[in-house]
């Protein structure tokens, strides 16, 4: 496939083999592996500093790799120049020209492939972001949101088979940033591109993405459709960046068919074997604070419920949607459950002695024990 | 133009190190003519300096090649009073040239912000002497300040003055001279740090308990330090080596030469050249060493 | 309280993403007026010998020597080439300002732009290469070069003037086009290469336009400096007469007023540029901001 001069029918996929990228004195990214599906709008989320931006200015060519290929709808495009490659990027800072007004930004890109009717394309970019009326104004004379969507433009135009986003949306206020998320999802259904989207903001990956992958230290943690991810998490890293667990480590001490039960504080939690990532030995296992009740009497025994107490309540914060609560167990730590304010104000007061319990079916099992990602992190 | 030229540090150099660094066969390209330039036209020269610093003279008077250092010792100690002389004229003129500008530039720097007008005209001021004939300011100032002019005659009418002395022609004027030509030097880069610098710093300072001179002292000096430092040495390097206020025809006198003078009168006059070369080397090398101890000192290498 | 320590607290404070405010307005005090007071005075003792410079190019000058004011007169200005080598030297003056500028800014604008986007070997010598003709004396610089031609048996001319001109505007041109280099978002040249731009296409298209008022600031830095330079030039110049090296020689015989009309009408064309210069970037400025 060649870029120059003709535009993608549709996305390609995108396939990262055993990419790493050394800077001097330094491993920004080690033996990658990534498989992105043609036509899927993808999120690559993960803390500061983890790679994301090497991993997209590899894609792009703007960076070589060390080792490793990249794949673009099924060619190897790892030593092709970035001006050869049918990949566009939406920047970091946006990048956009200063000199040039923005109808003359939009069409950058064809005039260089040479493409016929290149204004017209570009009025027909900017009309899709809304911004056609200020075609003539040169970038600085834009709002950051305006801006923001003109490097879209400039990018979308080209149809490229793979559109790159790299935290458009960062410097956004949050009401915008919303706005911005259901364009760009409106956007990458009527074209119909593959998007690869970084962001550290959670919930944006989760709503906007049909895959999201957890990127740590210059490798995926994890990869799956949000919901996934959310509910099933592989290790501590993701149970703890995406949203908040309770984790708990102790040894297996049996199992069933297709469960197994983990000793913790004198207490047995069944965890299903399909929810748990390892099967004997000493485990992590989790559960999400909202899947959790409060209870202030010691429950009955129900095979289907683990329950975990009696603790003391040692904090109560109200914020609004729920209310959380922080309970010390004796041998086990500090429990966090999130309780929807159903009623007013906190059920139970700081002191009360209370006892959890969720479904087991909530529960989950950690391929990983949560010291070894805190002494990391 | 000259403004930015001038300016300590330049623009925000944060990009630099996150540039792409490419394939190193362009930037040969691109560095070759100039250094191959400045290899040519100034390492050479500066070499030929050296060796002809160190040429022997035959009885005849022609100049061959040799080692010969006692041109060095010959030079130094004969014009030893104009090297000293050189160098306290330059600190001297140094120093008042950054009291005459520092607060000229802190007006126009931080208290003339809120009238951009206002601050762009005096800008324009301080930087018009660069634009008119710095032979004919000097002029201008030899007949201003001259034993008929108006500043003489004012001064011996208020008896500040003897009836016999001058201006021009002694000390006072040539490092009066060096002075002016020098201060827009000075107060540009003192100004670009100065107009960079956030009042919030000072509130900052005055939020803790800094006092209006311990703020100016402990804040605004420091950070206009780098300003200091290049204008500093835009005046000190070209004043050490002038020899157009120094000479007998502008605001010298014969107590008053100056080692550019020397050099020149060697090379250009005599045609001396191992002695005005050996002055040279000299004069480069104190300068060198000089500046070099002063900017390790003021804790501002990166400025190079 | 360290530099460092003030920095620190200054960025707490700011917050906003505005670096600068405005000082607040205080109350009257003597001390208020002191440095404004101070600072007109210190403008105007500056101005003197340029309005007398000025005043001088309209002297109906009777001896030789233009110092003593006997009358006003438009006679100089009309007629400034009535002193032919005052013109000649001008002229040439221009000429050798062009040359040695337009050389100055190609070759300064390459070493810049090396400098600041290529990594490669030896680039702290070449800074230091760079950075040492600032530091020498012009002395030195006019005695080495002159020396080096003597030796060479090169004969001293315009083209020595030039080549001595092209050396010291170099390292001027390098600072500041790498100052406005350095303060480019690399991020703007990548995305030209991202948007299909072939390198030499990502380099007229963007590289060279975005540097541009930086190469044009040199080039009139270089002009200037040029245009100005005595010391350098004495050395180089043998028999040829730039502007400087005519009023230093007609120093001892008295200074013709054709110099001060000359000497006059470049101050107020550079002033003129200058303050067309400051209007066009403050209106811009005034535009963006009501935009935004
Ligand atoms: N040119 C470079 N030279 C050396 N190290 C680099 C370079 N570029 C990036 N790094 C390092 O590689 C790591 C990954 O950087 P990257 O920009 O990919 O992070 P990121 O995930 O995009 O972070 P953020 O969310 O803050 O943008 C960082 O530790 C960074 O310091
Ligand atoms: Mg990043």
Redesign the interface.
């Known amino acids: 496939m060649t870029p120059q001069n003709s535009f993608a029918d549709s996305g390609a996929d995108l396939e990262l083999t055993g990419i790493s990228k050394r800077f001097p004195g330094f491993t920004a990214i080690e033996n990658l592996d990534l498989t992105i599906p043609a036509g899927s709008f993808f999120a690559l989320l993960g803390p500061s500093g983890c790679g994301k931006t090497t991993t997209l200015r590899l894609v792009a060519g703007l960076e070589e790799p060390t080792t490793g290929q990249i794949l673009i709808g099924g060619k190897d495009l790892t030593r092709t120049k970035p001006y050869q490659r049918p990949v566009n990027t939406v920047f970091q800072s946006y990048a956009l020209f200063p000199h040039m007004t923005v109808l003359d930004n939009v069409a950058f890109g064809l005039k260089r492939r040479r493409m016929s009717d290149p204004i017209g394309k570009a009025h027909e970019a900017l009309r899709l972001v809304e911004l056609d009326h200020l075609a003539g104004r040169k970038p600085q004379q834009l709002s950051g949101g305006q801006q923001q969507r003109v490097a879209l433009a400039r990018a979308v135009v080209n149809r490229p088979a793979l559109l790159l986003l790299d935290e458009p949306l960062g410097a956004l206020d949050l009401k915008l940033r919303r706005q911005m998320q259901l364009e760009l999802k409106t956007i990458q259904n009527e074209v119909g591109l593959t998007f690869v989207h970084v962001t550290h903001d959670q919930e944006e990956a989760m709503t906007m993405a049909d895959t999201v992958a957890v990127m740590n230290k210059g490798r995926i943690e994890q990869m799956g459709a949000p919901e996934d991810l959310y509910e099933l998490p592989h290790t501590a890293f993701v149970a703890n960046f995406l949203g908040q667990s309770n984790l708990f480590t102790g040894p297996v001490s049996s199992s069933t068919s297709n469960s197994i039960s983990v000793e913790v504080g004198g207490r047995r939690i069944v965890v299903p074997k399909d929810r748990a990532q390892v099967h004997d030995g000493t485990v992590t296992i989790g559960v999400r604070p909202e899947k959790l009740t409060l209870l202030t009497a010691a429950p009955a025994n129900d095979s289907g419920e683990n329950v975990i107490g009696p603790g003391r309540v040692i904090d109560v914060s109200f914020s609004g949607v729920s209310t959380q609560y922080v309970v010390a167990v004796p041998g086990v730590g500090d429990i966090i459950v999130f309780a929807q304010n159903m009623v007013f104000g906190p059920v139970v007061e700081v002191g009360a002695e209370v006892w959890m319990s969720w479904t087991v079916d909530h529960g989950f099992g950690l391929s990983d024990s949560p010291e070894l990602v805190s002494a990391g992190a | 133009m000259a403004i930015t030229a001038f300016g300590a540090g330049g623009g925000p150099a944060a990009a630099v190190d996150a540039a792409p660094k490419r394939r190193s066969w362009v930037a040969l390209f691109l560095l070759l003519p100039g250094i191959l330039y400045l290899v040519l036209f100034f390492i050479v020269p500066l070499v030929s300096l050296i060796i002809t610093s160190l040429e022997t003279q035959s009885p005849d008077g022609a100049f061959a090649y040799g080692f010969q250092w006692q041109n060095y010792v010959d030079s130094v100690g004969t014009f030893g009073t104009q090297i000293w002389r050189s160098f306290f004229f330059a600190i001297l003129a140094t120093v008042i040239a950054l009291l005459f500008s520092y607060p000229l530039a802190y007006f126009i720097g931080v208290k003339a912000r809120r009238w951009p007008l206002l601050q762009s005209f005096m800008l324009i001021l301080v930087v018009a002497p660069f634009f008119i004939s710095f032979l004919l300011r000097t002029l201008a100032w030899k007949t201003i300040l001259s034993d008929d002019g108006p500043v003489v005659s004012a001064l011996k009418g208020l008896s500040l003055l003897g009836p016999q002395a001058h201006i021009t022609g002694e000390p006072i004027a040539v490092v009066f001279g060096l002075t002016y030509n020098f201060i827009p030097f000075m107060c540009l880069p003192i100004y670009t740090t100065l107009e960079r610098l956030d009042i919030r710093y000072l509130e900052a300072s005055s939020d803790l308990y800094a006092g209006g001179w311990a703020t100016f002292r402990k804040v605004t000096i420091p950070l206009s330090l780098p300003g200091i430092v290049s204008g500093t040495l835009l005046t000190f390097i070209p004043a050490a080596g002038d020899y157009v206020n120094a000479s007998q025809d502008f605001l010298g006198g014969t107590s008053s030469t100056m080692i550019g003078n020397v050099i020149q009168s060697n090379f250009l006059v005599q045609e001396n050249y191992p002695v005005a070369a050996a002055l040279s080397i000299v004069l480069m090398f104190v300068i060198l060493v000089v500046v070099s101890v002063y900017v390790k000192r003021s804790g501002t290498d990166d400025l190079l | 309280?360290?530099?460092q320590e003030?920095?620190v607290?200054?960025k707490?404070?700011?917050a906003e993403p505005d670096?600068?405010?405005?000082?607040p307005r205080g109350r009257f005090s003597l001390g208020k007026w002191l440095?404004?007071v101070?600072?007109a005075l210190?403008?105007a003792f500056?101005?003197?010998?340029?309005v007398?410079?000025i005043v001088?190019s309209f002297n109906a000058q009777t001896g030789k020597s233009n110092?003593a004011w006997s009358g006003f007169t438009l006679a100089n200005w009309s007629g400034v080439c009535a002193e032919q080598d005052v013109c000649a030297a001008f002229g040439t003056s221009i000429l050798i300002g062009l040359v040695s500028t337009i050389a100055a800014t190609i070759?300064?604008t390459?070493?810049a732009?090396?400098l600041?986007?290529?990594?490669?070997?030896f680039r702290s010598a070449?800074?230091l290469?760079?950075?040492?003709?600032?530091?020498?004396?012009?002395?030195?610089?006019g005695?080495?070069?002159?020396?080096?031609f003597?030796?060479a048996g090169i004969p001293k001319g315009i083209g020595t003037i030039i080549?001595?001109h092209?050396?010291f505007c170099?390292s001027?041109v390098?600072?500041?086009v790498?100052?406005?280099a350095?303060?480019?978002?690399?991020?703007?040249e990548?995305?030209?290469?991202?948007?299909?731009?072939?390198p030499s296409?990502v380099f007229r298209?963007?590289t060279l336009?975005?540097l541009l008022p930086?190469i044009l600031?040199?080039a009139?830095?270089s002009f200037?400096l040029s245009f100005?330079d005595?010391?350098i030039t004495?050395?180089n110049s043998g028999t040829v007469q730039t502007?400087?090296t005519y009023?230093?020689i007609s120093?001892?015989r008295g200074?013709p007023a054709q110099?001060?009309v000359i000497?006059?009408a470049?101050?107020l064309i550079?002033?003129a540029i200058?303050?067309i210069s400051?209007i066009v970037t403050?209106s811009r400025q005034k535009?963006?901001n009501a935009?935004?």
């Open positions: 309280m360290s530099a003030g920095l607290l200054g707490i404070y700011s670096a600068r405010r405005t000082p440095l404004p101070y600072s210190a403008l500056l101005l003197i010998p340029i007398y410079t001088f110092i070759l300064g390459m070493i732009i090396a600041v986007r290529y990594r490669f070997p070449v800074s290469l760079i950075f040492l003709p600032m530091a020498t004396p012009e002395v030195v610089m005695a080495g070069l002159a020396a080096q003597l030796s080549i001595a092209t050396l170099l001027f390098v600072v500041t790498k100052a406005r350095a303060s480019l978002d690399p991020a703007l990548e995305a030209g290469r991202d948007l299909y731009g072939s296409q298209l963007i336009p975005l930086g600031a040199a009139l830095l200037s100005d005595f010391i004495y050395f502007f400087p009023i230093y120093a001892q200074i110099a001060n000497a006059s470049v101050f550079a002033i200058v303050v400051q403050q535009r963006l935009v935004r």
